[in-house]
């Protein structure tokens, strides 16, 4: 067998140009699924850490879709929520571990000569829990300050870095709307989500302070969702339907009436969102896959050539004492070493692609073992599968023509 290794590996040198343009569809097939599943299980991981960063465990209530003389207008624009809904569901569900009621709108923040345009909400205390932020510098706005109106403000590591460069942020008196307020503390930073927004471009201010200064509503007390937490995970289901069950009732809705608000599950939303990559990233490395049976046909046609350049040759092996299994598995040996060397070649390929394109377009990649095992093992495979016939026909052919061969 060694023997037979070296013959075909002195044979596949002989012809470098040849053996390297017949790796080429193997190295780029490889290369491609590599990088496809990378960007993939990229994609996966990041949706992972964003639920782990903002909570799986979120119910978001959205008011209902309006009607305008006859037509529904788009979900979340009716004023169908109150500071009432949210206190009632503070104290009347069990299920939850905390309600926040919410308004919100982009706006522009100026300290000095810099300037800052975010979405600054205005929340109680408990929206830090229920998002899991944490404070990197100075505090969190209390309660009493959230239902005083006290003039304070939370932002984000983005809006800090754009404000205030270096400087610290804590204590410094900025204006949101022409209304100075002063901030108390700067939020950990978490990164962007999934879909490429910067989760630290925000500011938070007290709930009464976004009610009175910066977000005047048309409808007294309305707000703009609500944001609450079940007490864990698997309350998710029980929470989701004891807060329809109280709004309802708030409502005096019948059995059978529609509901004037939307309960939206952040987990199932998330899930959704993390079984579409998936589905993507097996499609990417299905199309990634065809290039891999390009290369194999690649294979098969020169490895034919082979033979037929070859055949006086096979002749002479034959006439001197070789078996027909001896040809088959040189030839098969030649069509691994070709796959097994586009194989590794496509692996170096496809993490540089993967590095490439994180740095780049900043997609986040992930290049498992198991991606790097199956992809090189397909590799192999596919060259034993288009070497075999080449391999078997070569063994078939008859020593005495064989030697007449020109």
Do not use: H
Not at 44 to 73: C, K, T, Y
Not at 253 to 276: C, I, K, P, T, Y
Not at 302 to 331: C, H, K, N, P, Y
Not at 351 to 363: C, D, K, N, P
Request: hydrophobic share 50%; proline share 2%; glycine share 10%.
């Amino acid at each position: 067998m060694f023997e037979l290794l070296r013959t075909a590996i002195r044979s596949l040198a002989s012809n470098k140009a040849r053996s390297l343009l017949t790796m080429l569809g193997i190295i780029i097939g490889v290369a491609a699924v590599i990088a496809m599943v990378a960007i993939g299980a990229g994609a996966s991981r990041s949706i992972q850490q964003f639920i782990s960063g903002v909570g799986a465990n979120i119910l978001i209530i959205m008011p209902g879709a309006p009607s305008v003389g006859g037509v529904r207008q788009q979900a979340g624009s009716g004023a169908t929520l109150t500071t009432e809904d949210a206190e009632a569901l503070r104290d009347e569900a069990w299920t939850l571990a905390g309600v926040a009621p919410e308004v919100f709108g982009r706006v522009q923040l100026v300290y000095g000569s810099m300037n800052w345009s975010t979405m600054v909400t205005g929340s109680t205390e408990d929206i830090f829990s229920i998002r899991e932020w944490r404070i990197d510098e100075g505090r969190f706005f209390f309660d009493e300050e959230a239902r005083s109106g006290a003039k304070v403000v939370v932002i984000g590591a983005t809006v800090a870095k754009n404000l205030f460069g270096e400087e610290s942020a804590v204590g410094k008196v900025i204006r949101v709307r022409n209304a100075p307020v002063e901030v108390i503390g700067v939020l950990a930073a978490k990164g962007q989500t999934p879909w490429g927004q910067d989760q630290d471009d925000t500011a938070f201010v007290p709930f009464a302070t976004a009610q009175r200064s910066l977000f005047r509503r048309g409808i007294a007390n309305s707000v703009q969702r609500i944001t609450v937490a079940a007490v864990d995970g698997d309350s998710i289901p029980e929470a989701e339907r004891e807060v329809s069950a109280i709004l309802r009732q708030r409502r005096r809705l019948e059995d059978g009436e529609e509901s004037d608000f939307d309960v939206r599950n952040m987990a199932e939303m998330l899930d959704a969102a993390a079984q579409s990559t998936r589905v993507m990233s097996l499609l990417l490395g299905a199309v990634a896959s065809v290039s891999l049976l390009v290369g194999g046909i690649g294979i098969m046609n020169i490895m034919l050539v082979s033979v037929t350049e070859r055949t006086r040759e096979i002749g002479i092996r034959m006439a001197i004492g070789a078996r027909g299994s001896d040809i088959r598995t040189q030839f098969l040996l030649e069509a691994l070493l070709l796959s097994v060397a586009g194989g590794i070649l496509g692996i170096g390929l496809g993490a540089s692609a993967s590095r490439v394109i994180t740095s780049l377009l900043g997609w986040p990649t992930v290049i498992s073992a198991g991606s790097v095992v199956l992809a090189f093992v397909f590799s192999a495979l596919v060259g034993v599968f288009f070497g075999f016939y080449p391999a078997w026909k070569a063994s078939l052919l008859n020593p005495i023509e064989a030697l007449r061969y020109e």
